[in-house]
């Protein structure tokens, strides 16, 4: 079945603020349902900022603090990438003839020319193998709705000042430059498999392949957990030790983390941690509305 983004498990200098495009939000004109669309599937998505860590034993071996963002877990194969990624290009969780993770955008019209319309971005379900010859609707993932400003040229997203580890990860945030699209920002839901996982404030951006557009490159998603948020979101899988863990555990940071570094943020007076991902996206053929 599928879901939306999965979370399931670098950084340089954040751009200045003035490095980014700010879209004048006002007088949108194109905030309606606009048929056919034009829709991307995301075929990647990777976590960049901040990093997730793992206290791993091995008798007779001390205790070590695994990175598992790309690198797999000791004696798994399961890193935090790579799950995502497994998830978008498998059908095995069930093997039913759909792909196990699509996440898509709908653009309601897409626009290229500075203008503001509408895009929409969730789960559907799409043919496997991958790439899918078609999605179509999900029947249990709602569409979230954003209004979006497309720039020719500029950056549209980039990673707020003081917000990335130190030191840097690698490898770093992509940001999107023009032709590109930017979101105007609210709160994003992940389904981790049944378990929700809220950011504030979220931004979806990308920069446009080609004219007619054939793709979507260095896609960039940010956006905000709460640290009060974290520390109630238990994820579940197998690989972990007892097969579940608390989230905000495994961010530098967190309670009960096991890496040295902290990589926590404030945001609107809260403490947390603005999440940054990269993603890449192909057109692919939607048989609803």
């Known amino acids: 079945m599928s879901r939306q983004l999965l979370l399931s498990a670098a ?108 895009v929409d971005n969730g789960g559907a379900d799409c043919l496997a193998p991958a790439p899918p010859a078609s999605c179509s609707a999900s029947t249990t993932a709602v569409p979230q709705a954003y209004v979006y400003a497309s720039a020719v040229n500029g950056t549209c997203l980039a990673p707020l000042a003081g917000t990335i580890g130190t030191p840097a990860y690698s490898p770093s945030i992509a940001t999107p430059a023009g032709p590109c699209f930017v979101t105007a920002a609210r709160t994003f839901t992940f389904d981790n498999g049944g378990t929700l996982i809220t950011l504030n404030d979220a931004q979806i951006a990308a920069s446009f392949v080609g004219n007619p557009a054939t793709g979507l490159a260095n896609g960039l998603l940010r956006g905000f957990l709460r640290e009060a948020d974290a520390d109630q979101i238990i994820i579940n899988n197998a690989a972990l030790p007892g097969g579940s863990i608390v989230l905000s555990s495994l961010l530098a940071g967190g309670g009960g983390s096991c890496s040295s570094r902290n990589d926590k943020d404030t945001h609107d007076g809260e403490i947390g941690w603005w999440f940054y991902f990269n993603f890449v996206a192909e057109p692919v053929t939607w048989l609803d509305p």
Not at 95 to 118: E, K, M, N
Request: proline fraction near 10%.
């Open 11 to 118: 950084l340089i200098a954040a751009a200045p603020a003035a490095a980014q495009s700010t879209p004048d939000w006002f007088g949108v004109d194109g905030f309606e349902f606009i048929t056919p669309a034009t829709v991307f599937r995301f075929t990647d998505l990777d976590l960049r900022d901040p990093h997730v860590f793992l206290p791993i034993t091995i008798p007779p071996f001390p205790t070590l603090c695994a990175d598992f963002t790309d690198n797999v877990i000791p004696t798994t194969t399961v890193s935090f990438n790579g799950s995502i990624q497994d998830s978008y290009s498998t059908d095995s969780n069930p093997a039913d003839g759909v792909l196990d993770a699509s996440s898509l955008l709908w653009f309601r019209p897409l626009r290229r020319d500075g203008g503001i319309a509408r």
